[in-house]
């Protein structure tokens, strides 16, 4: 199905086309009939999908249906965003969308002067915010949102997790009752349906793959390794892997820091991207990555949810991720759009039960490999959880064309290759007496 057959403005049929889609995705097909009709939507889609635009269109739609609506100054559409970086990417899309139409989009958000914000947003017919910084202006009155038609709550969960709830809440009792609502997450838990049910009205439910799921392009592996190890562990990986565009998430700030001198002692080109960092540096950092002149990025998850840069060829778990939710969408920055790209895990005794827990979320059990000539200080060990499928001597199940030896060949999806293809039975309960 073209997009010229979901309905839509030539203009933005034209924008599409320079913007180089020629097939909408599984979600912008199920979404953009619905929102042309006025429906509130509530979304789950994977990330990388093309969410942005399912609901970016429809909203340009309605605008230049009636472009000067009852022709006050301010926005008339709004879109939260629980990031600094998923609220640029946000915007880049809705100007790619907008580009042969008159429209204006604003960002409000953290690190930036009020009073540029406040005149840009007076100028602009689409706002884009997160929720703490359009608190502010809204306490200081320097704008309104009683022209409001259409409402986004993009990557809801992650706002609910960030603790935007009372912000979401005092945001939406600024809004018209009479709007537009559509809420858009690559995970939807039952927090999510919770704010769905004060935000939305009679809403169209709208999954286009499970919840939980991983890309289907994304090969995924973990390593077994103490954490004082991850580093040279990691350092060999580079080595011995041709990775052109390496994404690799930690859990702290200080973290990052660390890692990051590590690689650029190594002679590693890299950025960083945190809280920590001002919104130039975080900008900086983006631009480059984004233009290929640094190959790796090291972040902390506030940039899992606000990352849009195409060919990443591996995302790099430096850290195991403490809840799965934030483990699918680290590993959606690869294989963007129905791309491929691996996902690897590096993980310490200590996170074994991080990893346990997202293999339950995912459906999916990770291969663990180990590098033969890496001399580990504690050699890896299949878990307790394998070890009723291997013998206890412990002998390597395989080895991959790279020389990776897995300890246990994983839970793959139909596409697997043959090392790894495994179905994954979780052990009968034991009683003091044997098996129940």
Request: glycine share 8%.
């Amino acid at each position: 199905m073209p997009f010229q057959q979901l309905g839509l403005h030539a203009n933005l049929v034209r924008a599409v086309k320079a913007m180089n889609f020629t097939e909408p995705t599984p979600i912008q097909k199920g979404a953009i009939p619905v929102a042309l009709q006025g429906r509130d939507i509530l979304g789950c889609a994977q990330t990388g999908s093309g969410k942005t635009a399912a609901f970016a269109l429809p909203i340009l739609q309605r605008l230049l249906q009636n472009p000067h609506g009852d022709g006050k100054p301010g926005p008339r559409a709004l879109v939260l965003v629980p990031t600094r970086e998923l609220a640029a990417q946000v915007e880049s899309s809705f100007r790619a969308c907008a580009q042969f139409t008159p429209f204006k989009v604003a960002v409000v958000i953290g690190g930036v002067g009020y009073s540029g914000q406040t005149k840009s947003v007076s100028q602009a017919q689409i706002l884009v915010a997160t929720p703490g910084r359009l608190l502010d202006h809204l306490r200081q009155r320097n704008f309104h949102l009683d022209r409001i038609e259409d409402l986004v709550l993009d990557e809801a969960d992650r706002m609910l997790d960030m603790g935007f709830l009372p912000d979401i809440r005092a945001i939406l009792s600024n809004l018209p009752r009479e709007r537009r609502t559509q809420l858009y997450s690559a995970t939807l838990q039952d927090k999510v349906k919770q704010v769905a049910a004060f935000a939305l009205r009679d809403p169209e439910q709208i999954e286009i793959d499970r919840p939980t799921t991983v890309a289907e392009g994304i090969s995924q592996i973990l390593y077994p390794v103490i954490q004082s190890q991850k580093a040279g562990l990691l350092l060999t990986l580079l080595k011995e892997t041709e990775m052109k565009s390496v994404l690799i998430f930690t859990r702290t700030k200080h973290g990052a820091d660390k890692l990051a001198r590590r690689l650029i002692q190594d002679g590693y080109t890299v950025g960083v991207l945190h809280s920590n960092r001002s919104q130039g540096q975080r900008t900086a950092a983006m631009e480059s990555f984004r233009a290929g002149r640094i190959q790796m990025l090291v972040a902390t998850d506030i940039a899992a949810r606000g990352i849009d840069v195409r060919n990443i060829s591996h995302v790099i778990n430096y850290d195991v991720p403490r809840f799965p939710e934030d483990y699918v969408h680290r590993v959606g920055r690869t294989a963007r759009a129905y791309g491929v790209g691996d996902a690897i895990t590096l993980a310490d005794p200590g996170e074994i039960p991080y990893a346990r827990a997202i293999e339950r979320f995912i459906g999916f059990v990770f291969p663990r490999a180990v590098i033969p000539d890496f001399q580990y200080n504690n050699p890896p060990r299949l878990p307790l959880l394998y070890q009723t499928h291997r013998p206890p001597e412990q002998k390597p199940v395989s080895k991959d064309p790279l020389g990776r030896v897995f300890l246990n060949p994983g839970g793959q999806k139909p596409n697997a290759t043959p090392w790894q293809s495994f179905k994954f039975k979780k052990p009968r309960a034991r009683s003091k007496f044997g098996r129940r």
